[in-house]
């Protein structure tokens, strides 16, 4: 059974950081794209960061410059350093993992930056 668990979100203040981190288990963590998503309330989910299997990483617009998506795949676990938060920041953050046809998510964290 394929789990992804998120942790490390909470509330900080706009101009903070946060790590989040997901740990994956019931996959060949190490050859699947990995991915933080995001949706905020009244929108859309949106993709903020992924990183496939050989490291290379993609950044939404909005984040880039600020956040830094990794993974140690000794660990199953991706990460999302999270810097310089705005309010607009603040959502539920979602792990991703994929591969193929199998598209698998985690339970989501809550991100709250405040003004």
């Known amino acids: 059974q394929v789990q992804l668990v998120e942790s490390g979100g909470g509330l900080v203040q706009s101009g903070g950081s946060l790590r989040l981190s997901c740990a994956a288990s019931?996959?060949?963590?190490?050859?699947?794209?990995m991915g933080w998503y995001r949706q905020a309330p009244g929108k859309q989910r949106e993709l903020v960061a992924i990183?496939?299997?050989?490291?290379?990483?993609n950044y939404a617009d909005s984040v880039r410059g600020r956040f830094t998506i990794s993974r140690d795949n000794a660990k199953n676990t991706v990460y999302l350093q999270m810097n310089s938060l705005k309010p607009e920041d603040t959502a539920v953050y979602y792990c991703n993992a994929r591969r193929s046809i199998q598209n698998h998510w985690g339970q989501g964290t809550q991100v709250t930056v405040s003004s």
């Open positions: 019931g996959i060949i963590f190490s050859i699947y794209t």
């Open positions: 990183i496939i299997s050989g490291g290379s990483a």
